[in-house]
């Protein structure tokens, strides 16, 4: 076992600290990662506060990892020591069942191993993420970081990057396709860009115009405010694919009518009310409502891939360890354009 700082919470209502924490050795298998960036999900701030159930403290979040390969493992083939690499919110699977042998991991059978607040089947331990000096993963969860993405930027795309790309692929939005996506957060204005990108007509639904020009400048054909009920009576039937981005509670039916035919709105946003639409609204023009986990890791190597093609990064505010607490609070206050990024150099 190795030693290493972390950030972490104690408990539910606490601010996170400085601790250690162990990394087991490096196995046959294992890359062992020196973490330079983290980025900061929403996610974090629901897991450490409890609000997605009961789990064990202390814990070290954070699932956008990215730095360099420091040591591998006598039968690892995929990466040496100095690559650029990345870790996303899954670090382990079964490797056996359909959903892994199709390389859509995220959905395996008898469930994922986590980044972070997973039960590690090598030892039983609780699953430590990202907010650290250093990670252990296996070979086959380890992203390649090309080396034309900055690397101070890129760690939300571990997250928010394939969260929106796996669902714009899976749904096969291109050119001739039209593309709204409601919010534009950490996760809707990546959207906007992998979107745009991929050729499709973008839209972007937001509760104001207060973004308005971002969102126009990021990639976006349009951009309409929902508060105006105009926005539902000019704009039904006219989308291919809706993505939501956020998590907060809709009036799924308004939005719904907004679909083609043969339409379908994907949620991405864990909303924490059941969801209720008009099954009639559904029923009339062929329309479906659906679900999207992040992504596998085929998927998430393409994203990245096709990010670096297509010169794509979010947009992020660098912080130092030490900031952490506050950047939760902006977070939670949507006082941030768009994501946090940690320097995990500045853990000690």
Request: hydrophobic share 40%; charged share 20%.
């Amino acid at each position: 076992m190795r030693t290493v700082n972390a950030y972490a919470a104690t408990s539910a209502t606490e601010p996170l600290v400085p601790i250690t924490i162990e990394r087991r050795e490096v196995g046959p298998k294992d890359v062992l990662i020196e973490i330079a960036y983290a980025g900061i999900c929403h996610s974090d701030i629901h897991t450490v506060r409890g609000e997605w159930g009961p789990i064990t403290y202390p814990q070290v979040v954070g699932h956008e990892i990215v730095g360099f390969v420091r040591e591998v493992g006598s039968a690892v083939t995929r990466h040496r020591v100095g690559d650029r690499v990345g870790v996303g919110c899954e670090s382990g699977s079964c490797g056996e069942c359909e959903q892994c042998l199709k390389g859509e991991e995220v959905y395996c059978l008898k469930g994922n191993l986590q980044t972070y607040n997973g039960l590690d089947p090598l030892d039983g331990s609780i699953t430590q993420g990202g907010y650290s000096q250093a990670i252990v993963v296996d070979e086959d969860f380890v992203l390649k970081v090309p080396e034309s993405l900055d690397l101070a930027r890129v760690a939300p795309l571990l997250c928010a990057g394939v969260t929106l790309y796996s669902p714009l692929k899976h749904w096969k939005a291109g050119p001739g396709t039209k593309v709204a996506v409601i919010g534009m957060g950490g996760l809707g204005h990546v959207g906007v860009k992998l979107a745009h990108a991929l050729g499709a007509e973008v839209t972007v639904l937001s509760r104001t115009l207060a973004k308005q020009q971002d969102g126009l400048d990021l990639g976006a054909d349009h951009y309409y405010a929902t508060e105006d009920p105009a926005t539902f009576e000019k704009l039904a039937g006219a989308f291919d694919l809706i993505l939501n981005t956020v998590s907060a509670g809709l009036d799924y039916s308004a939005y719904v009518d907004l679909l083609a035919v043969d339409g379908t709105l994907v949620i991405l946003g864990a909303p924490t009310e059941p969801v209720q639409v008009d099954a009639m609204s559904l029923i009339a023009s062929r329309r479906s409502i659906a679900g999207s986990a992040n992504g596998g890791i085929p998927v998430t190597q393409e994203m990245l891939d096709f990010c670096a093609e297509h010169h794509i990064l979010p947009e992020t505010e660098l912080i130092e360890a030490s900031s952490i607490n506050e950047a939760y609070e902006r977070v939670l206050a949507s006082d941030v354009r768009y994501r946090f990024v940690i320097d995990a150099t500045t853990i000690a």
